[in-house]
């Protein structure tokens, strides 16, 4: 194994995990530059994340990352027998995936805000930014509209109709009732009544659309050409819905949310 570069300022210094270590402010792994392409967690992974003088967001989402030679089958760690989660593993489903969501989300739009600016500079202190950044920017990009996704889905505010004399459309639900939604964190029928007067603004729908056509799956409505997404503008969407839940589901005696997912949540 090649020597530590950061202990040898002659050693081969990998360009993209520089700039990396220098967006994020973090120091560069401890590796050798041909083993940067072996990651050390999975998918799901969110390392620990100081966000203010007093508390650090620590989450260890499941990676789902298991040796070859020992395969675990996946089991779903919630799997209520009528669908419906109980207070104890709603409060559990905050903690562990809500606040990802969130984090992950708010995380990536800084991120992505300091990518931004070195892209209009081109490079980052006296350092060339190198072309592979572009492939993490995408990645970035795609990533953190993935979350908006989600996070929207999560809330689940009607569709507008392409007809204004029509009914706002309902989100499509899974068949087998495992969608955790906003309105399971809320008294009964509380989040259902905000939301008959939060219907989506043309653009967010529009946009989730996007998200869904251009992301989420292959189709033939996907656009060819650059695809610019304004990361302050998708946050500037969601927020209301945001603090709309937190204001209903933390007034609540029996509060279900987590410590951790309300922060993540504000941070958005």
Known sequence: MAEDWRQDSKAPRDPLMDLLSRLTKVRAPAHSADEYSQPTVGPGYCPPVEYNSTTT???FVETGVTPASSPVPYQCTYAPED????SDELLRYSERHLSYEALMFSELRSLLRRLREAEKEKHLGDKTVPTEWEFVGRGLVESYLIHFRNLVAFFQPPWPHEDKNREPRKWPRAKDGTDVLAEQYCENGCWEREMASMCMERKLATLVDRVSKDCAHLTT???????????????DLVRPYVEKFLQLA???DDCQLSQTAIDALRRI
């Open 57 to 59: 967001i620590n989450m």
């Open 221 to 235: 409505k996907r656009r060819d050409g650059a695809r610019n997404w304004d990361v302050d503008e998708l946050s």
């Open 250 to 252: 933390v007034e609540r």
């Open 83 to 86: 669908g419906k989660l109980s």
